[in-house]
């Protein structure tokens, strides 16, 4: 029975990024755990607060199952989200993270700001993980500057993974669905198979 962390930035990332291989792993009897470093808080985007972040959040994690851990990240003055790579928030999230067989975390490459704080503060508290992979999450992996090298075959979990989408209708709409779809296909057909999401593994237990 694998156990597996993933440490991602927001509510959606995980649903975006890696939620098929989640859900694939998950019917095999693995326990999966995700810690968002970014806890829902004011919003800038019209139609979302941190109310309805919440509840949609709520509603994914109630569908799905996984273990939730979320991070008391610190604010800034206008009440927006301040997660800062120290000691304290190293120590804070040190204390939502068990041991695990393999780690998922942000790719190094997002231009997102959050995200890269996240790879940065996950990254020494999973190295003792089996392995440790990096997500290709769209749309930032669209500035990469290295391809992935595992392809996951999520066809069967596909549905589901649309499904978890739905649940944030203040961010992901229909049209962001379908792009993520297509994006899917397209490492479907590196990968012989109908969707795939992708990763970069930067450490493999032997």
């Known amino acids: 029975m694998k156990r597996i962390v993933v440490i991602s930035a927001h509510p959606d990332d995980v649903e975006i990024g890696c939620s098929g291989t989640l859900q694939k792993f998950s019917l095999e009897g693995a326990k999966v755990t995700s810690v968002i470093t970014i806890a829902p808080s004011v919003e800038v985007k019209s139609g979302r607060d941190c109310n309805i972040v919440s509840k949609e959040l709520s509603d994914s994690y109630l569908l799905s199952g996984w273990r939730l851990q979320i991070h008391n990240t610190n604010l800034h003055k206008n009440r927006r989200p301040n997660l800062l790579v120290d000691n304290n928030t190293m120590t804070e999230l040190a204390d939502l993270i068990d041991e695990y067989d393999i780690a998922i975390i942000p790719n190094p490459q997002d231009y997102h700001q959050d995200h890269r704080n996240t790879y940065q503060l996950a990254l020494p508290l999973v190295r003792n993980c089996k392995e440790i992979w ?18 996951v075959d999520i066809s069967d979990t596909w549905q589901f993974k649309k499904d978890l989408l739905g649940c944030y209708p203040s961010y992901i709409d229909q049209d962001y669905i379908n792009k993520v779809r297509r994006q899917n296909h397209a490492w479907g057909l590196q990968r012989n198979c109908k969707y795939a999401e992708a990763f970069t593994v930067v450490k493999r237990h032997a």
């Not at 990096?134 to 392809?151: D, G, I, V």
């Open 134 to 151: 990096c997500q290709h999450q769209y749309p930032y992996n669209e500035f990469y500057t290295t391809a992935p090298n595992m392809l």
